[in-house]
T-cell receptor
Framework: KAGVTQTPRYLIKTRGQQVTLSCSPI?????VSWYQQTPGQGLQFLFE???????NKGNFPGRFSGRQFSNSRSEMNVSTLELGDSALYLC?????????????FGSGTQLSVL | DQQVKQNSPSLSVQEGRISILNCDYT??????FLWYKKYPAEGPTFLIS?????DKNEDGRFTVFLNKSAKHLSLHIVPSQPGDSAVYFC?????????????FGKGTRLSVIA
């Protein structure tokens, strides 16, 4: 069974640009969550989608947005990039919403903003 | 304000000895706690969890202890092996408060020296 797949693996952007990251969950998983990992803040929750609906949202500005498609694949978008957005963005999937014990993470997308 | 705190950024232990990783939390609503392990270039993987109705949970070499009155939990690894070298994240959720996302600590980097 394939794991959680995130693309691209690495990304370099400049301030002011926008970026779209993609996540394909494990087959059959309907919940997708996104986390930002930085050395100073650890893993911080961005949002969770279940059946194409946003179920939870973390404390991030509106420049961070996401969506989920009918096949459970998810994308997150960051507009007007800032230097502080440089981070590892992790996607995690689970069978059900709130199934925290069985979160499966992808390897992440490393975003560098110059 | 960090609701889940891992005050030791790093820990070095000799192979065969015990590793003790600590975690403190501030939110009294948290009732479910998890440990995740992360190797470089990979996503975090679930290691062990404990519900607030218990004070200890054991799985092979890994044991998690919970002290609710002190709002403190710890992960014990005995005996430590070089393959345990990774970053360990403590996480918490408030299951009885509905569908709340995991709140992670900043992580502790464990180095097991052969």
């Amino acid at each position: 069974k394939a794991g959680v797949t995130q693309t691209p693996r690495y990304l370099i952007k400049t301030r002011g640009q926008q970026v779209t990251l993609s996540c394909s969950p494990i087959s059959g998983h309907r919940s997708v969550s996104w986390y930002q990992q930085t050395p100073g803040q650890g893993l911080q929750f961005l949002f969770e989608y279940f059946s194409e609906t946003q179920r939870n949202k973390g404390n991030f500005p509106g420049r961070f947005s996401g969506r989920q498609f009918s096949n459970s694949r998810s994308e997150m978008n960051v507009s007007t990039l800032e230097l502080g957005d440089s981070a590892l963005y992790l996607c995690a999937s689970s069978l059900r919403t709130g199934d925290n014990e069985k979160l499966f993470f992808g390897s992440g997308t490393q975003l560098s903003v110059l | 304000d960090q609701q889940v705190k891992q005050n030791s950024p790093s820990l070095s232990v000799q192979e065969g000895r015990i590793s003790i990783l600590n975690c403190d939390y501030t939110n009294s609503m948290f009732d479910y706690f998890l440990w995740y392990k992360k190797y470089p270039a990979e996503g975090p993987t679930f290691l062990i969890s404990i519900s607030s109705i218990k004070d200890k949970n054991e799985d092979g070499r890994f044991t998690v202890f919970l002290n609710k009155s002190a709002k403190h939990l710890s992960l014990h690894i005995v005996p430590s092996q070089p393959g345990d070298s990774a970053v360990y994240f403590c996480a918490a959720s408030a299951r009885n408060s509905g569908n709340t996302p995991l709140v992670f600590g900043k992580g502790t980097r464990l180095s097991v020296i052969a």
